[in-house]
């Protein structure tokens, strides 16, 4: 069974989200979490089976941060994942590893397992850095957490060229990376993390990348707003 994560992002308005869950309904959802927008996060909790996650979560607890969401109330909603440094807040919100660091802090306090999501975008990986980028976001972030939350982060490899672009690295390319990735956490930190693959995952691909076994799961965004497509990805993905 492979754990699939579905990104919403901004895709969807009310009417889709309720569209989405009325036409999934049949799924079998036990390895399934909808990382839905924070508006609809109580309309997935209150009418479908599907597990929670949240897209983003506040530096900080709870107080004076006008439009931020924390981890308490997160966790207040049944919130029980959250993700955490993805690409698209890294660009374009500028987030850091330090941020990261608190995040994960704040979420775990909460028991809400993070989703760390690491990747080179496509200059780094011309440059045949792919290796030194993603090793350094894993460890900026790493060093600073206690060694007993570790194992509750869920580490998710989108190589930035592969998102929203129809583009896949090979099996082998993602086997190397999610081998490297768990190696150099249980060599350096001596724990073992779950690794999903993101980054144009979808109906066509899915049953060649499930031929990779140190893969554990998908981070899907574009797939996990079709409701035909995604209940096809869960099914392949169920056993
Ligand atoms: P796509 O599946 O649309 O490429 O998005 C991947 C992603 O960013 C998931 O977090």
Not at 38 to 52: C, G, R, T, V
Not at 121 to 145: C, H
Request: proline share 2%; hydrophobic share 35%; glycine share 8%.
């Amino acid at each position: 069974m492979k754990l699939v994560v579905g990104n919403q992002k901004t895709y969807l308005n009310r009417q889709d989200v309720v569209n989405f869950i009325n036409k999934t309904r049949e799924g079998h959802c036990e390895n399934v979490i909808i990382c839905a927008s924070f508006p609809y996060i109580d309309l997935y909790i209150e009418d479908s089976n599907y597990i929670i996650g949240a897209q983003n979560v506040s530096v900080k607890g709870n107080g004076a941060s006008t439009g931020e969401i924390s981890a308490e109330q997160l966790n207040s909603l049944g919130v029980s994942y959250s993700i955490v440094a993805h690409s698209e807040r890294r660009s374009d919100n500028k987030e850091t590893s330090e941020m990261f660091v608190d995040k994960i802090n704040n979420l775990v306090k909460y028991d809400i397992r993070p989703i760390f999501c690491i990747g080179e975008n496509l200059d780094q990986r011309e440059a045949n850095t792919t290796k030194d980028i993603v090793g350094r976001q894993i460890i900026e972030v790493f060093d600073k957490l206690n060694k007993e939350d570790l194992e509750k982060i869920v580490v998710a490899y989108e190589p930035v060229w592969a998102i929203g672009t129809g583009k896949v690295p090979t099996n082998d390319e993602i086997e190397d990376m999610t081998n490297y990735i768990k190696d150099l956490i249980q060599d350096k930190y001596g724990a073992r993390v779950l690794v999903l693959y993101g980054g144009s995952v979808n109906e066509k691909n899915i049953d060649e990348l499930n031929q990779i076994e140190t893969v554990d799961g998908y981070l899907i965004g574009g797939a996990s707003t079709k409701p035909d497509e995604f209940l096809y990805i869960m099914s392949k993905c169920e056993k």
